[in-house]
């Protein structure tokens, strides 16, 4: 069947900020005299919800409730945030796609103020057809904004294709019941990805073709 959306996502897929994401957990590691983390690592065990990759990361939440290092960290990336780039060719893809007349919108764990805020600041929000975060910044799942969404989207399932970076997102889009394309350029590697997913691309640009 003929694809109409594209549901994306945001962190990892669209914008490249894995790079300040290790930094900022480094930060609250170092805090914590816990070893820090390289890109490799930090791609081997990043997962939703976000409290179990705290956990694997060796933060002990015995000792601290999950929302104090959190926090930390959240306040960290909003002040990085600023330094972290679209992905090369993102605007010729979301521009090619509005020219083919898809619906486009976003799905994304960042809070929705934020994101909003994110999507103006970087210069795509008029791409988008809609818009959804999260409702705190703690980012347990997209599931059930993503169903939200799917209300709003008067379209067939089979005519609705996500675009993400992590399992997190194949399993959203197996749960909404629509097709999933994964991007191994973000907060999980390839080789961990292509495990689980039946369609694993290794540049953006790549969705062009698919």
Not at 80 to 105: G, H, M, T
Request: aromatic fraction near 10%; hydrophobic fraction near 40%; proline fraction near 2%.
């Amino acid at each position: 069947m003929t694809k109409k959306a594209i549901i994306w996502d945001w962190n990892g897929t669209l914008l490249n900020d894995t790079e300040i994401c290790v930094a900022c957990m480094n930060r609250v590691l170092e805090k914590r005299g816990l070893e820090l983390l390289d890109t490799q690592k930090y791609r081997e065990i990043f997962t939703f919800p976000v409290k179990n990759y705290y956990m694997e990361a060796g933060i002990d939440l015995k000792k601290e409730a999950f929302e104090v290092p959190a926090m930390e960290f959240i306040n960290l990336y909003h002040e990085s945030l600023n330094s972290a780039d679209l992905f090369p060719c993102v605007k010729d893809v979301l521009i090619e796609f509005k020219n083919r007349d898809y619906y486009q919108a976003v799905l994304s764990a960042m809070e929705h103020e934020s994101l909003e805020a994110s999507l103006k600041d970087k210069g795509v929000f008029s791409y988008f057809d809609a818009v959804t975060g999260i409702h705190d910044h703690y980012a347990y799942s997209k599931l059930e904004i993503g169903k939200e969404l799917m209300n709003t989207i008067h379209l067939k399932r089979g005519e609705m294709l996500l675009i993400g970076d992590s399992l997190h997102d194949l399993e959203v889009a197996e749960e909404l019941g629509i097709e999933c394309v994964l991007v191994a350029n973000g907060h999980q590697s390839y080789e961990r990805l292509s495990e689980r997913a039946p369609i694993v691309l290794k540049e953006l640009r790549e969705v062009l073709d698919y």
